[in-house]
């Protein structure tokens, strides 16, 4: 999941894959826009198939929540 996200991320964003880490944060970190992030989490759901919840995803701030999201949401 952590190796997917991290592929989908560069997708989004340019910085190095092998720098990115579960406490990587979106926006300060990894230089995500608010727009870049929600755009990503349309992604998330068709790649996962899961089905986000906006609210929730709004305090999602590293990426390692966002793996433990997703995750919790194909239990």
């Known amino acids: 999941m952590f190796n997917k996200l991290r592929d989908i991320i560069c997708e989004y964003v340019e910085v190095d894959k092998g720098s990115i880490t579960e406490d990587s944060r979106f926006v300060e970190?990894?230089?995500?826009?608010?727009y870049d992030f929600m755009s990503m989490v349309g992604e998330l759901e068709d790649t996962f198939d899961v089905?986000?919840?906006?609210?929730e995803v709004a305090d999602i701030?590293?990426?390692g929540e966002a793996v433990r999201?997703?995750?919790s949401l194909q239990d």
């Open 29 to 34: 970190d990894l230089g995500f826009t608010s």
């Open 51 to 55: 089905e986000v919840e906006e609210r």
């Open 61 to 63: 701030v590293t990426v």
């Open 69 to 71: 999201y997703i995750e």
